[in-house]
């Protein structure tokens, strides 16, 4: 979707440029006009894609990759760059994890093992189904 597309669908002008927060009360103001649950079962459809079209409006202003020429804009990918592949850092990733599960698991049994015993002989159960 174009940028001036979007502005004049949430009620902007054309070459007008909203700070998020106007485009936000703009989109609650539409969405609430437009919102599909308002109208009736045979115009719904169409509110439907109305509502979508504001949702995708919103969206587009919101999030800033959105064309103001005939072209779309380019998105880039941010985070680490994978060397490699990636696929041969896994290694580093499980075996401290597995020592932290691990170890929790094992001091974590044992301690609620201790408590259990511990309240066991306190309160000793005459039931003979419990252990």
Do not use: W
Not at 66 to 94: D, E, F
Not at 111 to 126: C, L
């Amino acid at each position: 979707m174009f940028g001036e597309e979007a502005k004049v669908l949430l009620g902007f002008l054309p070459n007008s440029t909203p700070s998020s927060s106007q485009v936000k009360a703009a989109y609650k103001k539409k969405a609430l006009e437009t919102h599909p649950d308002r109208f009736p079962l045979s115009q719904r459809s169409v509110a439907e894609s109305n509502f979508k079209l504001i949702s995708e409006a919103y969206t587009c202003l919101q999030s800033g990759t959105y064309s103001t020429g005939g072209t779309y804009s380019t998105v880039v990918r941010t985070g680490v760059p994978r060397t490699n592949g990636g696929s041969k850092s896994h290694a580093l990733i499980r075996i401290p994890f597995l020592f932290i599960v691990l170890g929790t698991v094992a001091l974590g049994g044992s301690s609620a093992t201790r408590a259990y015993r511990r309240q066991k002989e306190d309160y000793p159960s005459h039931n003979p189904f419990l252990p």
